[in-house]
């Protein structure tokens, strides 16, 4: 991606609705399946995985941010472990969406990648990849909340691509088997007696008894 000026880049993003990656409950089937697809297709080659959306730098830059969203712990494995890129990749190449939509989620995704590289450079003259982890959460802690625009207008732009990055990693992640097994899931399970709430669960909305 060429280096673009920031009052174009603002632009650029200020141009995009608040929710650039919201997808239906069906395109987050479909990119589900295209996603798991796809890494099977390149597994069983041997090669990595090839987004088609995303250049070098971008999809580097993509996998770490979103394990900074959602990362490995004791219970699951991180939003790259579940092809949470491979799933967003999917998201900006869509052929099923309308052109317009599909260039709007094209311009918040790429527009918000170059903004962090370029409000990294200004704070610690390099890119977001080449920062430290404390380096990396001093920016992202500043656009994780959006209450924090009130008085920082120039992370505005920020703010508002990381809440819908930070939405669609969970969508990918939560979609896939990985994110279901993580939340433990009991739909479509077979019930030989349905012995109401959890009492935990009713305690805590309040209705015990």
Known sequence: MPELKRRG???MIGTVPVAGFALS????LEAQEKAKSAAAAAAVKGAAFAPKFFNAHEWSTLRTLVDIVI?????????????VPEYMDFTMTDP????REREQRQTAMRGGLAWLDLECQDRFTKTFLQCSEAERKQVLDDIAY??????KPAIKPGIRFFSSFRDLTASGF?????????LQYKGNTYVAEWKGPPPEVLKKLGLEG
């Open 9 to 11: 880049l603002l632009k």
């Open 25 to 28: 409950p069906a395109g987050v």
């Open 71 to 83: 990362p490995k712990d004791e219970r699951s494995g991180s939003a790259t472990d579940a092809l």
């Open 96 to 99: 099923l969406i309308s052109e």
């Open 146 to 151: 959006p209450e924090n625009g009130q008085d």
């Open 174 to 182: 939560w979609s896939s088997k990985m994110g279901v097994e993580d």
